[in-house]
């Protein structure tokens, strides 16, 4: 049997990390080898941990003012988006914002009328979740699917003016997989995946749902696709919230999830407030967006040309 030898504390303190893990990864082959090289370093790492804490526990006793470092997150530690919004690029977007096809229902011309419908022969999971999207969204209306396509319902809708149009597709396990919401009559189109759906009769609350038109909260969109969709979400719920409901509809998008909540608020006291959520609930996630308002135009541009 062969005696284990004791590493001594100048030892360790004599330890170079980065170089004892260079040594290790590359130029070792002999596990044993490697095993020792390793604990050197564990150790090392130990020993530095506690004198950091004994450090510490010497400011603290001193009154000294600790420098706290900012946990290391997926945002903080992201590469630089050229394509998000900054202090350069804002006053192109308020210009393009006056002119998009958002831009009546922000200057509170339109309120928004939405009719959505599903696939053919649609499972209970669908209508289940259409009906309690309508709980959500007011001023919604379900057009049941039956033997019509897609462009006979868009262009009924686009003649009853509606504002919008919603299909809900399904998956492999007949459950709502797929979510295209479409601004009427020139588009954007955009198609999500549905994911992590909850649905409100699943809530253990009490909790009444209303149809009045609640609030809207979206944040974390800082891009220029991603202002745009914030601009046609905003546009499923009408312009002037009735704070009677005391209700809240959330999108809030991190790392392209875009997180949907519905929220009941009371006030106990003028200081805090209680929040609980009344369903439905799920994640988007953005598959593409297509964009046919100035195509329409330069087709009509042409055809004017042609007729003179």
Known sequence: MTKEKKITIDEIEKVDVDRYNEISRFNVKNKNKKNVLKGKVYLKKLML???????????????????????KTIENQAIFDTNKIGVENKNFLINENCIDEFSNYFKNKTEPNIVITSIKK??????????????????????????????FLIS??????????????????????????????????TKYTLTNISYAHTKTTDIEITKLHPEVYISNFNTFIGERIKRQLHTLVPYNPQYKGQKVVVFYNQRDFIFFRHYKYNFVNKKKCSLTEIGPGFTLQLINLKVFFFFFFSFYFLIILFHF
Not at 49 to 68: D, S, T
Not at 129 to 141: A, C, D, H, R
């Open 49 to 71: 941990k506690k004198q950091k804490k004994e450090e510490k526990k010497k400011k603290k006793k001193l009154n000294i003012p600790i420098e706290k470092k900012e946990p």
């Open 122 to 151: 649609a499972s209970k999971y669908t209508i289940l979740f259409i009906k309690e999207l309508s709980f959500v969204f007011p001023n919604i209306f379900y057009e049941p699917r039956n033997n019509h396509s897609i462009d």
């Open 156 to 189: 009924s809708a686009i003649e009853n003016k509606f504002t919008t149009f919603i299909l809900i597709e399904e998956g492999i396990k007949k459950k709502p997989k797929y979510m295209f919401i479409c601004t009427l009559p020139y588009g954007p189109t």
